[in-house]
């Protein structure tokens, strides 16, 4: 989930578990969700978005989770595996359209580690 | 090659120099954005744009400024750089309404 301060929350499971990273967001009016995901020294990579008329999204190994009720959205990772260690961030669509097309608002994110 | 790059990798400066980051896709995606990141905030947005000549501020962008006359480059000045500048820059260029694709980053560090 959001973390507030310098601390990082952190999920830690064995290779082939299954992993469950939960994320708060806090505008009612977003539209568009998104997970990335971000290794060690690199840019964040994009994993699986999920518009707001939807509460369930697959793609390979992953599902995203909507709940808008509680403004809540979980990223589910499948026999998790060592290369899936990395920070996991969500992010909401902001932007209504316009020049705000496509700008998003990051989560602060969750460092998941997968041991062997 | 196809893709986002970021230059310089790694830049040390000192308190009060101008410093421009480099930004260059290969897409011809329209929106391009700037994000810094520090430890405990995640992504911050900096500046975007959402084609050459039209560009807006996000969320922190007092002490940077931002330039598109074509639309595969965006780069970002610190006019007069400080500490608290000290991070790591990403520049991101938009394929889908989400689906944004990162540079490798810049690490700035501010003396």
């Known amino acids: 989930g959001e973390s507030v301060g310098l601390h990082l929350p952190t999920l830690s499971v064995q290779e082939g578990d299954n992993s469950i990273i939960n994320c708060a967001y806090s505008n009612s009016a977003s539209d568009y969700f998104i997970w990335y995901k971000q290794e060690s020294g690199k840019g964040p990579q994009f994993i699986i978005d999920i518009r707001s008329n939807m509460d369930k999204r697959q793609g390979q190994r992953v599902t995203v989770l909507l709940n808008k009720t509680v403004k809540h959205l979980s990223l589910q990772i499948a026999a998790t595996q060592p290369g899936d260690s990395a920070v996991y961030f969500c992010a909401e669509n902001v932007g209504a359209g316009g020049t705000s097309y496509g700008k998003l608002t990051f989560g602060q994110g969750t460092i998941l580690t997968v041991h062997p | 090659d196809a893709g986002i790059t970021q230059s310089p990798r790694y830049k040390i400066t000192e308190t009060g120099r101008q410093v421009t980051l480099m930004c260059h896709q290969t897409w011809s995606h329209s929106y391009m954005f700037w994000y810094r990141q520090d430890l405990g905030h995640g992504l911050r947005l900096i500046y975007y744009?959402?084609?050459?000549?039209?560009?807006d501020k996000g969320e922190v962008p007092d002490g940077y400024v931002v330039s598109r006359s074509k639309t595969e480059n965006f780069p970002l000045t610190l006019e007069s750089a400080t500490r608290s500048q000290t991070s790591v820059y990403f520049c991101?260029?938009?394929?889908?309404?989400?689906?944004?694709?990162f540079g490798p980053g810049t690490r700035l560090t501010v003396t």
């Open positions: 991101a260029s938009l394929a889908g309404k989400g689906e944004q694709y």
């Open positions: 744009s959402a084609a050459a000549d039209i560009t």
